[in-house]
């Protein structure tokens, strides 16, 4: 059974850093792109970054780039999203979803979702 | 905010059809991208319902359906049931933005 467990969401002011983590099992981590996606309170959903198989391609949405890091260790299962200079928009339940596809990226769809994790940046 | 854009509401009464439009342009749907949807109970996780414009993943009854023509997207549920009721999102990809793209979401109630 696939499972995604997201850890590391909390209160924190603007400005600040918080990570993200996401225990994946159940399926060849390894072999599978992953993305985060994130719905602000009463909101629709945002995709906000994704990283290839293997680590070495990552994509952002521009509200997040150069702030956000996406990673992953393939050792341990784990996808991460480093998150700076946090703002209050960024207020949201962040999910981890596997991304599943055929050929070009651009085809992917996300077939797994954890449960999320509330981050909340307020003063 | 959001380049692919749906009906806040749709509803009707139990056994009917009902369907969700889902507008994107020629950067995304309309340039040939996939469109997939995704069901969202209240307080659960999205769950994938149709991938591929059409295809349904194991699991999912039939009752649901996709289509795509141009740069517009559907969505249609035959015979509506009580547990139908939640928030439906469209998704595909965006050239422009060189990212994923969802839509604006769909709220389902069934009368």
């Known amino acids: 059974e696939v499972q995604l467990l997201e850890s590391g969401g909390g209160l924190v002011q603007p400005g600040e850093s918080l990570r993200l983590s996401c225990a994946a099992s159940g399926f060849t981590f390894s072999s599978n792109a992953m993305s985060w996606v994130r719905q602000a309170p009463g909101k629709g959903l945002e995709w906000v970054s994704r990283i290839n198989d293997i680590g070495d391609n990552t994509h952002y949405t521009d509200s997040v780039k150069g702030r956000f890091t996406i990673s992953r260790d393939n050792s341990k299962n784990t996808l991460y999203l480093q998150m700076n200079s946090l703002r209050p928009e960024d207020t949201a339940v962040y999910y981890c979803?596997?991304?599943?596809?055929?050929?070009?990226?651009?085809?992917?769809?996300?077939?797994?979702w954890g449960q999320g994790t509330l981050v909340t940046v307020s003063s | 905010q959001s380049v692919l854009t749906q009906p806040p509401s749709v509803s009707g009464a139990p056994g009917q059809r009902v369907t969700i439009s889902c507008t994107g342009s020629?950067?995304?749907?309309?340039?040939?991208?996939?469109v997939n949807w995704y069901q969202q109970l209240p307080g659960t996780a999205p769950k994938v319902l149709i991938y591929?414009?059409?295809n349904r993943p194991s699991g999912v009854p039939d009752r649901f359906s996709g289509s795509k023509s141009g740069t517009s997207a559907s969505l249609a549920i035959t015979g509506l049931q009580a547990e139908d009721e939640a928030d439906y999102y469209c998704q595909s990809y965006d050239s422009s933005l060189s990212g994923y793209v969802f839509g604006t979401g769909t709220k389902v109630t069934v009368l």
């Open positions: 591929g414009n059409g």
């Open positions: 979803a596997k991304a599943r596809g055929s050929g070009s990226s651009t085809s992917y769809y996300f077939d797994y």
């Open positions: 020629s950067s995304n749907i309309g340039a040939g991208y996939d």
